[in-house]
C-alpha cells in the first residue's frame, strides 16, 4: 500500500537546492581558469552563474571571519589552497553560503547599514553584478565610515571585504568545460 504524499515545504526546498549545489560548489572552487583581461592565464576567474560576468579573480579570495555564522567548512582550491565557506541566515530565515574576498567587480548599492550585520564592526550594502544585476552578495565596510562612500575609497582600503553568494558564482574554467564545438565548426 502507497503511503500518503507529504507536502512540499521550504525544508524541502533548502534540503534540495543545498544537495543541488554540492558539485557546482566543488566546481566553483577548485578548478584552475584561463585568460581574462590584465590577468595571467594561471589566475582563475569566478563568474555570475546568470550571465557570464567576470566578477573576481580566485587569488582574491580571503578568509573574514565572524562569530555570528551558523557554520563553516573548509573547501580546498587550487591545489592545496583552502577556502572558508560560511553559512548565514537572514532575520527572514533565508541562509547564504558566502565566500569573502577582498575585492570584486560588484555594484554596491549604498547607502550602506550596520543594523542586521553578519560581520560584527562592519556596515553591509547590497551588491549586485554590475552586467545583469543579479543579487550576488554583499559589500562590507567599517561601521564607522560614512554610509556612502566612493568606488575608490572602497577599494583602495584593507579594512572593506565583498561577501559573495556561493550558488551565485561559477567558476570560468567549470563553465567552458561545458561548452561543445559543434561538429560544422570542427575543422
Do not use: Y
Not at 30 to 43: D, I, K, L
Not at 76 to 94: A, D, K, S, W, Y
Amino acid at each position: 500500500m502507497l503511503s500518503a504524499r507529504r507536502p512540499f515545504t521550504a525544508d524541502h526546498l533548502m534540503k534540495l537546492q543545498a544537495s543541488l549545489w554540492i558539485v557546482p560548489l566543488a566546481a566553483v572552487l577548485s578548478q584552475r581558469a584561463g585568460v581574462c583581461r590584465g590577468c595571467s592565464s594561471s589566475e582563475g576567474l569566478l563568474l555570475c552563474r546568470s550571465c557570464g560576468h567576470e566578477v573576481a579573480l580566485e587569488k582574491d579570495l580571503s578568509f573574514v571571519p565572524s562569530r555570528l555564522a551558523l557554520s563553516h567548512r573548509n573547501n580546498t582550491v587550487i591545489g592545496e589552497r583552502r577556502v572558508t565557506v560560511q553559512l548565514f541566515e537572514n532575520p527572514q530565515g533565508f541562509q547564504f553560503e558566502l565566500v569573502t574576498l577582498r575585492k570584486a567587480d560588484v555594484l554596491k548599492h549604498w547607502p550602506a547599514d550596520k543594523h542586521f550585520t553578519w560581520f560584527p564592526g562592519f556596515s553591509w550594502t547590497v551588491a549586485t553584478c554590475p552586467r545583469c544585476k543579479a543579487h550576488l552578495g554583499w559589500a562590507f565596510q567599517p561601521s564607522d565610515w560614512p554610509q556612502t562612500v566612493t568606488r575608490q575609497d572602497f577599494e583602495n582600503s584593507d579594512q572593506t571585504f565583498v561577501a559573495l553568494i556561493v550558488q551565485r558564482l561559477l567558476q570560468e574554467q567549470f563553465a567552458s568545460s561545458l561548452l561543445m564545438t559543434p561538429n560544422s565548426f570542427r575543422s
